[in-house]
C-alpha cells in the first residue's frame, strides 16, 4: 500500500521531533531497547492526550517523546500482547447518559505515534477499565456509571467489533452514598486466560465469566461471584504470577483481600483482608491501583488522600504482610506500572498532575524516589512497552 503524502508529511514530522526531543533533553541515559511509557491525560475537547516517552531502565529518568492528541478523557488504556496496538477509552462527557467508546489504535514503536484505527461503542457510561486478553482477540472493558461489562472482538488489523458479549451486573451493597447499585470498576483475564474477572465496587463482588477469545464470548461462571467483606468496594484486581491468588484492592475500606483461585472451575475463595493505611488514621482517603512484581514476591496499593503507596510482601502462603507505606509524591496516587525486570515502579498522581518514578528495592520491597516527579496534565493510566 502506497503512503500519501500528507501520511509520509506526518510520519516524517513525528521522526524529526523525536529527534529534537532527545537534542533539547539529556539523552544519554535513554536507550533504544528502553520500553516506551504511554501516559493517558483524563482531559476532555483538545486538551485530552495520550503521551509516549521513553523510560531509562539505566536511571529512571522520562524522555518526552510524543504527544498523541484527538482522544477525549482516555481514563485507561491498554496495549495488545504483540504490542501492535494500544485501546483507550474515548468519551466526550464522561459519566454521562451518552454510551462512551472504545478507541483501537496502531503503535509506531519508533516514534510513539498513535493511528486511529476505529472506534466502538463500550455499551456503558463511565468506562474505567480496559484488558486485552493473551492471545489478542478480545478487548474487556468495565463501566462504572452503569455497572456492566462488555467483550469486543479484535480483528486481523487491530480495530475492534461491536460488541460480542454484554452483562449487566444487579444488587447494591451496605455504604448508600456509594453503593446504591452495581458499579463495575475492573476486568481482567485469568492467567491461563480462560477466564475474567469483574470487580464491582458497588455490589461487593467478583462476578467471574468463563471467556471464548477467539469469539468474545463471555458465560457467567458457576457459582458467578465472590464476595469482599460488606462495603469494601472492590475496585482492582491482580493475579498473583504463580496463577494461584488473586488480590482486590478495595476503594472504600482501603484493604486488599486476597482470593484463591482454582483454574479447573475458576472458583474464587475469599481469604484475609488487609489494610493499606497506618494504624489510627482516620482521614478521608480511598485507594485506587494494585500491582505485583514479576517475580511475585511485592504488593503495590495506592491510597488517594492519604496520598501514599502501601508496600506488602507476599508470603509463600499468598499472605500479605505490610512492609512500608511511601508517600507518593503528589495528589491522589491513581494508577501504577512495574517495570518488566522488577527494579522501577512509577506512580501517576491524577490531581497532582504528575508521575513519580520510584526505584524497588529487590529485598525489603520499599521504594526510593528518583528525581523529581514529570509534570504531566491529569495523568491517569500508565502503560509501558518493552
Known amino acids: 500500500m502506497k503512503t500519501s503524502p500528507s501520511g509520509f508529511c506526518i510520519r516524517f514530522l513525528a521522526y524529526l521531533l523525536v529527534a529534537w526531543?532527545?537534542?533539547?533533553?539529556?539523552?544519554?541515559?535513554?536507550?533504544?531497547?528502553?520500553?516506551?511509557?504511554?501516559v493517558s491525560s483524563f482531559v476532555g475537547g483538545g486538551k485530552g492526550a495520550i503521551h509516549a516517552w521513553r523510560f531509562s531502565l539505566t536511571d529512571g529518568r522520562c524522555l518526552p517523546v510524543t504527544r498523541n492528541d484527538g482522544v477525549e478523557h482516555p481514563f485507561f488504556i491498554a496495549i495488545s500482547p504483540d504490542q501492535r496496538f494500544l485501546y483507550s477509552i474515548h468519551a466526550k462527557s464522561f459519566g454521562s447518559a451518552e454510551e462512551e467508546q472504545v478507541a483501537a489504535y496502531a503503535i509506531d514503536k519508533a516514534t510513539g505515534v498513535l493511528?486511529?484505527?476505529?472506534?466502538?461503542?463500550?455499551?456503558?457510561?463511565?468506562?474505567?477499565?480496559?484488558?486485552v486478553?493473551?492471545?489478542g482477540k478480545t478487548v474487556l472493558v468495565a463501566n462504572y456509571t452503569t455497572g456492566n461489562v462488555a467483550a469486543l472482538p479484535v480483528l486481523e488489523d487491530g480495530s475492534i467489533g461491536p460488541a460480542?458479549?454484554?452483562?449487566?451486573?444487579?444488587?447494591?451493597?451496605?455504604?448508600p452514598a456509594r453503593q446504591k447499585g452495581p458499579y463495575a470498576h475492573?476486568?481482567?483475564?485469568s492467567p491461563d486466560n480462560r477466564y475474567a474477572y469483574a470487580a464491582d465496587l458497588g455490589i461487593d463482588q467478583v462476578l467471574g465469566y468463563r471467556l471464548t477469545a477467539r469469539i468474545a464470548k463471555l458465560e457467567r461462571l458457576d457459582p458467578p461471584s465472590a464476595a469482599t467483606p460488606p462495603g469494601a468496594g472492590p475496585r482492582h484486581l491482580a493475579f498473583h504470577p504463580n496463577g494461584k491468588w488473586l488480590y482486590a484492592i478495595n476503594e472504600l475500606a482501603n484493604t486488599v483481600t486476597r482470593f484463591d483461585y482454582a483454574p479447573a472451575t475458576g472458583a474464587l475463595t475469599p481469604g484475609a483482608t488487609v489494610s493499606t493505611l497506618p494504624e489510627g488514621y482516620a482521614g478521608v482517603t480511598h485507594t485506587a491501583d494494585v500491582k505485583i512484581t514479576p517475580d511475585g514476591r511485592f504488593?503495590?496499593?495506592?491510597?488517594?488522600?492519604?496520598?501514599?503507596v502501601a508496600v506488602f510482601a507476599i508470603?509463600?502462603?499468598?499472605?500479605?504482610?505490610?512492609?512500608?507505606?511511601e508517600p507518593s509524591l503528589g495528589k491522589g496516587p491513581q494508577n501504577l506500572a512495574i517495570t518488566a525486570d522488577g527494579r522501577w515502579l512509577?506512580?501517576?498522581?491524577?490531581?497532582?498532575?504528575?508521575?513519580?518514578?520510584f526505584a524497588i528495592d529487590r529485598e525489603s520491597g520499599r521504594l526510593k524516589a528518583v528525581g523529581q516527579p514529570v509534570e504531566v496534565p491529569s495523568p491517569s493510566c500508565l502503560r509501558l512497552l518493552p
Open 299 to 308: 504488593l503495590y496499593g495506592t491510597n488517594r488522600g492519604h496520598d501514599s
Open 346 to 357: 512509577l506512580c501517576a498522581n491524577m490531581p497532582g498532575n504528575n508521575v513519580a518514578v
Open 315 to 325: 508470603g509463600a502462603d499468598g499472605v500479605l504482610t505490610r512492609v512500608a507505606i
Open 186 to 189: 475492573s476486568f481482567i483475564v
Open 21 to 38: 526531543a532527545f537534542l533539547m533533553n539529556d539523552s544519554s541515559h535513554v536507550q533504544a531497547a528502553d520500553p516506551l511509557l504511554f
Open 164 to 175: 460480542a458479549s454484554f452483562f449487566q451486573h444487579a444488587g447494591s451493597g451496605p455504604n
Open 115 to 131: 493511528r486511529l484505527l476505529n472506534r466502538q461503542s463500550s455499551r456503558g457510561s463511565a468506562s474505567c477499565f480496559l484488558e
Open 133 to 135: 486478553d493473551a492471545t
